[in-house]
């Protein structure tokens, strides 16, 4: 097995790092959730590894968003207004059939910052693509979900949409849907994140299908952004002892060197107060990061720890995880930073970083309430944060 594996590691090192801008995503309608809201998920990979949350105030709605820090306004990375519409993106990398140049591109951020301050509900947001001048500047895949039940996939690039409903049976017959860097009304074997979807789609399928499990929040950044199980390999570094007793290649797994966030927007029942929608964020490197539970009914009243600091444009939570991940990416020199500590992260004896946090961020989701005051709220975040800083000063 481990002749095999060396090999199959020597092959990957011949493929080109090129997916530092691929994010991993899905929808999880209530048909498959433990309390019958949708999830929606954004695991971020990017160049720009400091990000930050802020609350914005838009035409019509005020909404929260995961932006870039620093950050010159107008653009978001994922986010949720007050009345129950959240949005994620993937850049798609099979879309694009046209010669609009490179200099007129990348718009997504834009696009949903301006989609989040008009749009309530899937109807909206589809008016709202129809209305767009064109070329758009976007080829990527676009996850929303309202407060009225839609959960959908747009398929957008410069000139045209293409809808997936999460809700048809058609499309995601078990409740669920998987998008990284490739759209599936795409050019057919083009764009990237394959071997990513596969990770995912054997993890959830796993839960959901065969165990006949229901999601929550805690599972999926448990199993999914922090999961290293790579399908190509057939390996599950959490699992197989062996392989992970040291170094290993950072490459298709969920969570990577470029991983800077993990997002899950967790709805609300139709009928139900929207702006009581949680975002879920952890900032950082999501392996070593923790969850912090937002409600979008609090507008302005964000962790302190999760905004840019008073001397900086980062965010205090996140500057403490990229710090502490310098560990576990130690090697700068040549193609040292392929290569990662996983037993940093996970070992045998249980004193991993990912380990030791696991047990601090176990206290939110078992005290944290959509409903608390904000007062509540706010001494909560208190006590949390308290934990969390103390265990990271442990692990330094």
Not at 42 to 63: A, M, W
Not at 193 to 210: A, M, S
Not at 259 to 264: F, H
Request: aromatic letters at 12%; hydrophobic letters at 35%; one cysteine or more.
């Amino acid at each position: 097995m481990k002749k095999i594996l060396t090999i199959l590691v020597s092959i990957l090192l011949l493929v080109p790092f090129n997916e530092a801008i691929s994010c991993t995503s899905a929808i999880f309608t209530g048909k498959v959730t433990k309390d019958g809201r949708p999830l929606l998920l954004k695991h971020r990979d990017t160049g720009e590894l400091n990000n930050r949350i802020e609350y914005f105030q838009g035409p019509k709605y005020g909404f929260l968003a995961l932006v870039d820090s620093p950050s010159e306004g107008g653009v978001a990375w994922s986010g949720s207004n007050n009345v129950g519409f959240s949005i994620i993106n993937t850049a798609s990398y099979n879309l694009k059939d046209d010669d609009v140049p490179s200099s007129m591109m990348d718009r997504e951020g834009e696009l949903m910052f301006k989609a989040l301050g008009v749009c309530k509900n899937l109807k909206d947001f589809e008016y709202f693509l129809d209305t767009l001048t064109r070329p758009m500047g976007v080829e990527g895949n676009f996850g929303v979900i309202d407060s009225e039940g839609g959960a959908a996939y747009y398929e957008v690039n410069n000139h045209k949409w293409n809808k997936l409903d999460v809700n048809d049976p058609n499309v995601a017959p078990n409740g669920y849907f998987i998008v990284t860097n490739f759209s599936y009304t795409g050019r057919e074997d083009e764009g990237m994140g394959y071997i990513r979807n596969c990770n995912t789609t054997y993890n959830v399928e796993n839960y959901v299908i065969k165990e006949g499990g229901k999601v929550d929040v805690q599972w999926i950044f448990e199993n999914i952004s922090r999961s290293f199980y790579h399908s190509l390999l057939e390996v599950d570094l959490r699992k197989d002892q062996e392989l992970a007793s040291g170094w290993f290649i950072d490459q298709d797994f969920v969570p990577r060197r470029s991983s800077s966030a993990s997002m899950v927007f967790q709805g609300v029942k139709p009928g139900e107060d929207a702006s009581k929608t949680v975002m879920w964020a952890i900032l950082g490197y999501p392996p070593l990061g923790v969850a912090v539970p937002m409600v979008v009914a609090n507008g302005e009243n964000i962790p302190s720890f999760m905004v840019k600091s008073e001397n900086s444009e980062n965010a205090l939570m996140c500057d403490m995880v990229l710090e502490l991940k310098k560990n576990v990416f130690p090697v700068k020199r040549g193609n040292g930073n392929k290569y990662f500590r996983f037993n940093y992260l996970y070992n045998q004896e249980g004193t991993g970083y990912s380990q030791q946090l696991k047990e601090v961020e176990n206290y939110i989701f078992e005290n944290f309430n959509k409903d608390m005051s904000p007062k509540k709220l706010s001494n909560l975040y208190t006590d949390y944060f308290g934990k969390v800083e103390k265990a990271f000063k442990s692990m330094k």
